[in-house]
C-alpha cells in the first residue's frame, strides 16, 4: 500500500501551507503515523508523529502540527511560518503498531507504509 501525499507547493517566507495524505484506517484509530522530511544531500528527517500523542522536533515545534481525520482516512500536517530551511520532499508514513516510545515514533525504519512524497518549497 503506497499513501498518497498532495498539499506540497511554492510558497514565501513566512507562508503557511497544509499536507495531506490518505493513510490505511487502523493507522489511525490504532496505529501511528508521522511525516519525514529530506532535503536535497541530506538524510530524512523526522517532522511530526501522532499516536499515544503528538511529537516534534525542536526545529519545527510551535511551527507545524500533525493532526488525523479518521472519517477520511487522512492526515494531516498545517505548517506555519514557514522558513527557506523548511524547504524538502516532504513523506508521510504509518504503521499499524502503536509505538511504546517518543524516539520509535522518531525513527523512520519503524513505519511500514509510505506515501511517494511532496515538494515543499520556502523562497527567501
Known amino acids: 500500500v503506497q499513501l498518497q501525499a498532495s498539499g506540497g507547493g511554492l510558497v514565501q517566507t513566512g507562508g503557511s501551507l497544509r499536507l495531506s495524505c490518505v493513510v490505511p484506517y487502523n493507522t489511525l484509530s490504532r496505529g501511528s503515523t508521522a511525516w519525514f522530511r529530506q532535503a536535497p544531500g541530506k538524510e530524512r528527517e523526522f517532522v511530526a508523529a501522532?499516536?499515544?500523542?503528538?511529537y516534534y522536533p525542536d526545529s519545527v515545534k510551535g511551527r507545524f502540527t500533525i493532526s488525523g481525520d479518521s472519517a477520511k482516512h487522512t492526515v494531516y500536517l498545517q505548517m506555519n511560518s514557514l522558513k527557506p530551511e523548511d524547504t524538502a520532499i516532504y513523506y508521510c508514513?504509518?504503521?499499524?503498531?502503536?509505538?511504546?516510545?517518543?524516539?520509535?515514533?522518531?525513527?523512520?525504519?519503524?513505519?511500514?507504509?509510505w506515501g511517494q512524497g511532496t515538494q515543499v518549497t520556502v523562497s527567501s
Open positions: 508514513a504509518a504503521d499499524d503498531r502503536t509505538f511504546r516510545t517518543r524516539s520509535a515514533f522518531a525513527q523512520a525504519d519503524q513505519y511500514y507504509y
Open positions: 501522532t499516536g499515544r500523542g503528538t
